[in-house]
């Protein structure tokens, strides 16, 4: 922030409307225009705001600073079901979405229970690889507390599978295991669908 942004990028409202021209030049080239589809006419600008808020995790300003806690006695398995995100692949620029599974074995350290929600903010709000994002999510909580085993497991569907290519709905689970939480005995506990 701040510095000298030669192309803008530096500057939030260059880069806004830099990207507002980017989308009316990609409307050019798809033979659309404002001229004879109206609605089009503020499609640029709603658009350059959309990924504004999309690709929000990748701002600095925007990561959560997460309160930790010194933990004492047997730790105890800590898990977040049923969290709901959305993200762009980055292949394609469309949505993935679905649901993720966060959990801990704390060390001598816990973290607050919004961090599951907090760190799936930030690496699902970017272009992204569903993989990738369990593995981000898994990494930044061994760097934060030290666990003894953390696991984040992710269930979405793919718009660039549905809509585009084989053109068929399916769910991808991808699983982010590590550390005593690979062992199969806690394998019941990290399902997306608990047996209720
Ligand atoms: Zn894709």
Known sequence: MGGPARDGSNDPVASQAAVERAVADLLKALGLSAATEP????????????????????????????ATFPHAGQGELVVVRDLEFHSLCVHHMVPFFGRALVAYLPGDTLVGISAAARLLEVYSRRPQLQE????????????????????VIVEARHLCMEMRGIRKRGLVETRAVRGELADPRWAPLLALHPER
Do not use: C, W
């Not at 994002?133 to 085993?149: E, V």
């Open 39 to 66: 609605e089009l006419a503020q499609t640029p600008a709603r658009v350059a705001d959309l990924y504004r808020e999309a690709f929000s995790g990748l701002d600095p300003a925007n990561h959560p600073d997460l």
């Open 132 to 151: 990738r994002m369990g593995q981000q999510i898994a990494d930044h909580l061994d760097r934060l507390i030290r666990p003894k085993g953390v696991a």
